[in-house]
């Protein structure tokens, strides 16, 4: 039940990536998905989740990432996969970024039980 990332990368201020989640088992289609990440040294942080496509697919960004990034998901045969648009890429994004879903694991939305191993981003000058 363990999502699995992938897209990360190294690029320069102001590039694109797009990170991945592909998570397989029905618990991961009804319920929300999230996108975290930790810097070295810091404490993990959100950034963005999307519900479920039966709660309507709303989505929450941390402030730091509004207006940059987008979150979206899609199902590709048996895989739920959610995806993170990260546009206008800054040197404070780099970042381990980790994908979050399951069961309710916490008291806001977001926080669900399952993580991914996570995926680097480095973002330089």
């Known amino acids: 039940v363990q999502p699995v990332e992938s897209g990360g990368g190294s690029v320069q201020a102001g590039e694109s990536l797009r990170l991945s989640c592909a998570a397989s088992g029905s618990i991961f289609s009804i319920s929300p998905m999230a996108w975290y990440r930790q810097a070295s040294g810091k404490q993990r942080d959100f950034v963005a989740a999307i519900s479920s496509d039966i709660s309507g697919g709303i989505t929450h960004y941390a402030d730091s990432v509004k207006g940059r990034f987008t979150i979206s998901r899609d199902k590709d045969n048996d895989k739920n996969m959610v995806y993170l648009q990260m546009n206008s890429l800054e040197p404070e994004d780099t970042a381990v970024y980790y994908c979050?879903?399951?069961?309710?694991?916490?008291?806001?939305?977001?926080?669900?039980?399952?993580w991914g191993q996570g995926t680097q981003v480095t973002v330089s000058p």
């Open positions: 979050n879903g399951g069961p309710l694991s916490g008291r806001n939305w977001w926080n669900r039980g399952y």
